[in-house]
């Protein structure tokens, strides 16, 4: 009887070893699974964050020079209204923001150029614009304004919510825009 309880405790010993190791190989695949998981959330995380900069960096390709040299983000032109009067310069302005406002779904209320400030010695020319636009646009348009060449400055900025439903959802803003005109004397 002692070879066959012998050959059941040797039997129960594989058998204890074996599912040991069963056990032992179902954590090792469930630990690489979680570490799996784990990369590809954090691929995915990376992936999100590299859009948003491309989109924080400018919404397009690098400009290049002429010798095909990265210029990075630097506006092209000249960093003052043109025009080879002031009253030109001012018309220029207004055509400026204007196209913004159009660029972004809005309408121009009024506007009114104002060459007679006390800036207007120093060559800045003054725009007060009135328009329309959509809430989600106010980013967008504020952006169009102050990006690029000429330099142009939002000196003031007031924004009046829709105020019934038969307005929609456009907004009235009224704004105040600078630019510095140089006559190149």
């Known amino acids: ?85 002031l009253n030109v310069a001012g018309a220029a302005l207004l055509q400026r923001i204007a196209t913004a406002v159009r660029r972004v779904g809005g309408n121009v209320l009024s506007s009114q150029v104002d060459l007679d400030n006390t800036r207007a010695k120093d060559g800045w020319i003054e725009l007060v614009v009135s328009c329309e636009i959509e809430q989600a646009s106010l980013q967008q348009l504020l952006y169009n304004v102050e990006a690029g060449m000429p330099f142009l400055f939002i000196d003031q900025l007031v924004v009046q919510a829709p105020t019934t439903s038969t307005e929609g959802h456009r907004m ?11 006559s190149g004397k």
């Not at 799996?36 to 900069?53: K, T």
């Not at 009235?172 to 140089?182: D, E, F, N, T």
Request: charged share 15%; hydrophobic share 50%; net charge positive.
């Open 172 to 182: 009235r803003i009224l704004m105040s825009v600078a630019g510095q005109w140089w």
């Open 1 to 85: 009887m002692k070879p066959n309880l012998l050959s059941t405790r040797v039997s129960t010993t594989k058998l204890a070893a074996v599912a040991g190791y069963v056990a032992l190989i179902a954590v090792a695949l469930a630990l690489s699974w979680t570490a799996l998981a784990a990369i590809g959330e954090q691929r995915a995380s990376v992936s999100a964050a590299e859009a948003m900069l491309a989109q924080l960096e400018g919404r397009s390709q690098l400009a290049r020079r002429d010798d095909g040299s990265a210029m990075g983000d630097a506006p092209a032109g000249s960093p003052f209204l043109e025009g080879q009067t």
